[in-house]
């Protein structure tokens, strides 16, 4: 097949646009080298791994889409996925409750030392100490001589089971959960308020809204965004939590608070089913997306209707 000069002419036009801007190109292209060895390798390789069997020593070999079929008939790994079904609607609705009333009240001109008080309910989160805080509620909770069970026993309540009954255990992972990120949710809650035009809360006051009306009547439904936004990460970050069940409960009792990354953990490094777990995580991943897109256009077609019926 002939060249002609015309048809080099559109690449010689891009080799002399890309020598033009060779610096910055030259300055740029370490993070697209790292993004491709750190992301796309590991991407591209986890997905030629999930058909394939790996025990991490030998050669793999080729499955096809057997360990997808044995997905589906994996047990643990769907209550996993229940299992944080249930902690989201265990602490997600008071975290985003929570974190919405400290952002008002520490939004309001009212109340001093805001910024003492906010770095206090943000320091947790700015600790990074999630293993530390995960062992220090592991003491606290602690059915024979934790502290909870010793204050609870001075007003004549028996010890509560926190991290040997099925439920308790998810209720004391809800807890750190709540306790770690209730600050971060409450800094993106108090960035949305200080979004809202204050005009509008003074034009209510004058019309003689009281401040409760004024919070659910105004501000909440100009906050729907950030709350949508806020209630959408905590999706993701409930299914993908890892370190505060694994030190809190070890995934216990009866696999009550196993969780899908736990299970991805597992299959890797205590069974060495590589490419099972391969196939896993793209299962996980896709249920996300699913789960995050349908809350985000369910949340979004409902505010369409209510702007059109206005």
Request: charged residues 10%; glycine residues 6%.
């Amino acid at each position: 097949m002939r060249v002609t000069a015309a048809g080099l002419r559109p690449f010689r036009a891009v080799a002399r646009s890309v020598w033009r801007h060779r610096f910055g190109y030259l300055f740029v292209s370490p993070f697209f080298v790292l993004f491709g060895i750190f992301i796309l390798y590991p991407i591209g390789f986890s997905l030629w791994l999930s058909f394939r069997n790996w025990s991490l020593v030998g050669p793999s070999q080729y499955v096809g889409l057997q360990n997808y079929r044995d997905l589906l008939h994996d047990d643990i790994f769907w209550q996993s996925m229940t299992n944080c079904a249930l902690l989201f609607l265990i602490y997600v609705p008071a975290m985003t409750f929570l974190a919405l009333v400290l952002a008002a009240i520490l939004n309001s001109k009212y109340v001093r030392l805001q910024g003492m008080f906010r770095t206090m309910i943000f320091l947790p989160y700015v600790m990074s100490g999630t293993v530390a805080a995960a062992y220090t509620f592991q003491l606290i909770l602690d059915q024979n001589s934790g502290y909870a069970n010793h204050l609870l026993g001075l007003v004549g309540v028996s010890p509560v089971p926190w991290l040997n009954n099925l439920w308790w255990a998810r209720v004391s992972v809800g807890l750190l959960v709540l306790w770690v990120w209730l600050g971060y949710n409450m800094l993106i809650m108090l960035a949305g308020l200080q979004a809202i035009p204050p005009e509008l809360s003074e034009a209510a006051r004058v019309d003689g809204a009281g401040p409760l009306r004024i919070f659910f009547k105004i501000t909440i439904p100009l906050l729907r965004p950030v709350i949508v936004f806020a209630v959408t990460l905590s999706i993701i970050g409930t299914f993908s939590l890892f370190t505060e069940p694994f030190i809190l409960t070890g995934g216990g009792p009866a696999n009550a608070t196993t969780t899908p990354v736990l299970q991805i953990w597992a299959n890797t490094f205590s069974y060495l089913r590589v490419g099972y777990s391969a196939a896993m995580s793209y299962v996980f991943f896709a249920i996300i997306v699913i789960i995050a897109v349908t809350q985000y256009f369910l949340v979004s077609r409902r505010d369409t209707y209510y702007e059109r019926r206005r």
